[in-house]
């Protein structure tokens, strides 16, 4: 069974995974299942292998950890796009941001990146305008030479 870690005010729960049967989407569970490979170090950007992933490219994300509470977009994939209605790459924000939205996905990167650990999330699409929809998505550390995380690589698939 899966445990809620946080939960924020738009019905997102963040939920530490127990097991691969944790997932509800096998998208989330192979892009796990690609961060667990590598039990004996940890993964890097450039290890993960779009061509290799293709699959689930459309439902990708990448966001560059640039400091403590500033981030960049770099990816987007066209399932991501039409989950929340809008092209996020190339954008900044960080826990100084313009949005509450913003600065609590801020806050909960800072922690990812103290954690780093993947994180399952689960919720309501509502905040972008899809309140019968629901989503789960996967929020995956890569680290730099030094073990710091540089990169999160994650994944929404609508359910």
């Not at 939960?7 to 997102?12: C, G, L, Q």
């Not at 600065?103 to 990812?112: E, H, M, P, T, V």
């Not at 399952?120 to 550390?141: M, V, Y």
Request: proline letters at 3%; charged letters at 25%; aromatic letters at 12%.
């Amino acid at each position: 069974m899966n445990h809620t870690c946080v939960e924020n005010f738009e019905d997102v729960s963040r939920v530490y995974i127990q097991s691969c049967d944790d997932f509800l989407s096998i998208q989330a569970r192979q892009l796990y299942e690609w961060w667990q490979s590598f039990t004996s170090k940890l993964p890097h950007r450039d290890d993960f292998c779009i061509e290799e992933n293709w699959h689930i490219a459309p439902n990708l994300f990448l966001i560059e950890c640039l400091d403590n509470g500033k981030y960049l977009y770099r990816l987007n994939g066209e399932e991501v796009r039409n989950l929340v209605g809008k092209n996020q790459a190339g954008s900044h924000f960080s826990i100084e941001g313009e949005t509450p939205e913003l600065i609590s996905l801020a806050k909960y990167l800072d922690g990812l990146c103290h954690l780093k650990k993947p994180i399952r999330c689960e919720g309501s699409l509502a905040a972008f305008g899809k309140n019968h929809k629901r989503f789960e998505s996967l929020d995956c550390p890569l680290f730099d030479e030094h073990g710091n995380v540089s990169f999160i690589i994650g994944i929404i698939v609508g359910l």
